[in-house]
């Protein structure tokens, strides 16, 4: 069971500080990068997985919510990222880039949004060592999660352990004291937590509690 917080509710002013009160408590840190055009939102781009790299030991875990991630998939390995997960929906050739990033060494995601079926993925899947699966619309932080995501993260678990594959099941959106049990019962076993987190007044102890309830 990981815990990934996301640092998009987090103060951009004081950045390095707001990563240091999740640096011994956190898996990994969960860093929301948007176009403004495959969402509607912008966030920030490889300066910010940049300053994370330089402020934190966490491995960083970086959610491409772009068009064309091929593009810029580059740049965000070159900042620091361990991880990359980018939308099915955004790719013209998920196979191909989840190739490419795995040749830089970093593992990589594959992200689908609620409208996307489990079903539309299942044959790539083997190709990667995550599926991110959002349970709310990307885009912003602090939304409800969208309790009907939880058959999609159950058909996902099942279909791994009968495929015998080695991938994590992300949950993002909306995940916080009252729903993360409820993932985590239903597969899945990292979890991405932004406002829970970045609106407690300890953001380090909110993740012990949060692990917590999800321990056994
Ligand atoms: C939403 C992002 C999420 C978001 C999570 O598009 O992918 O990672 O920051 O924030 P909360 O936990 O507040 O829903
Ligand atoms: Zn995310």
Same mark, same amino acid.
């Given at each position: 069971?990981?815990?990934?917080?996301?640092?998009?509710?987090?103060?951009?002013?004081?950045?390095?500080?707001?990563?240091?009160?999740?640096?011994?408590?956190?898996?990994?840190?969960?860093?929301?990068?948007?176009?403004?055009?495959?969402?509607?939102?912008?966030?920030?781009?490889?300066?910010?997985?940049?300053?994370?790299?330089?402020?934190?030991?966490?491995?960083?875990?970086?959610?491409?919510?772009?068009?064309?991630?091929?593009?810029?998939?580059?740049?965000?390995?070159?900042?620091?990222?361990?991880?990359?997960?980018?939308?099915?929906?955004?790719?013209?050739?998920?196979?191909?880039?989840?190739a490419e990033i795995r040749k830089s060494g970093a593992t990589v995601g594959l992200a689908i949004k609620p409208g996307t079926s489990f079903e539309q993925i299942s044959d790539i899947l083997p190709n990667f060592d995550l599926l991110l699966i959002m349970t709310v619309e990307p885009g912003f932080g602090g939304q409800?999660?969208?309790?009907?995501?939880?058959?999609?993260?159950?058909?996902?678990?099942?279909?791994?352990?009968?495929?015998?594959?080695?991938?994590?099941?992300? $949950? !993002?959106?909306? &995940?916080?004291? *009252?729903?993360?049990?409820? @993932?985590? +019962?239903? %597969? $899945? !076993?990292?979890? &991405?937590?932004? *406002?829970?987190?970045?609106? @407690?007044? +300890?953001? %380090?102890?909110?993740?012990?509690?949060?692990?917590?309830?999800?321990?056994?």
């Amino acid at each position: 069971m990981m815990i990934t917080p996301s640092i998009l509710n987090a103060d951009f002013a004081h950045i390095s500080d707001e990563i240091a009160k999740v640096e011994q408590q956190a898996d990994w840190l969960h860093l929301d990068v948007m176009d403004g055009h495959f969402v509607p939102n912008l966030s920030f781009g490889p300066a910010m997985v940049e300053a994370a790299k330089r402020s934190s030991n966490l491995p960083l875990d970086v959610h491409l919510m772009i068009t064309e991630p091929e593009k810029w998939t580059s740049q965000y390995l070159k900042a620091g990222a361990s991880n990359i997960s980018f939308h099915f929906e955004a790719c013209a050739d998920s196979v191909a880039l989840a190739a490419e990033i795995r040749k830089s060494g970093a593992t990589v995601g594959l992200a689908i949004k609620p409208g996307t079926s489990f079903e539309q993925i299942s044959d790539i899947l083997p190709n990667f060592d995550l599926l991110l699966i959002m349970t709310v619309e990307p885009g912003f932080g602090g939304q409800s999660f969208m309790p009907e995501m939880l058959t999609k993260i159950t058909t996902a678990r099942e279909f791994i352990s009968n495929h015998q594959l080695n991938i994590k099941i992300q $949950a !993002d959106g909306g &995940v916080n004291l *009252s729903t993360i049990k409820a @993932a985590a +019962d239903a %597969g $899945a !076993d990292v979890f &991405v937590t932004g *406002s829970v987190v970045y609106s @407690a007044d +300890d953001p %380090g102890d909110m993740i012990n509690t949060l692990r917590k309830l999800i321990a056994n």
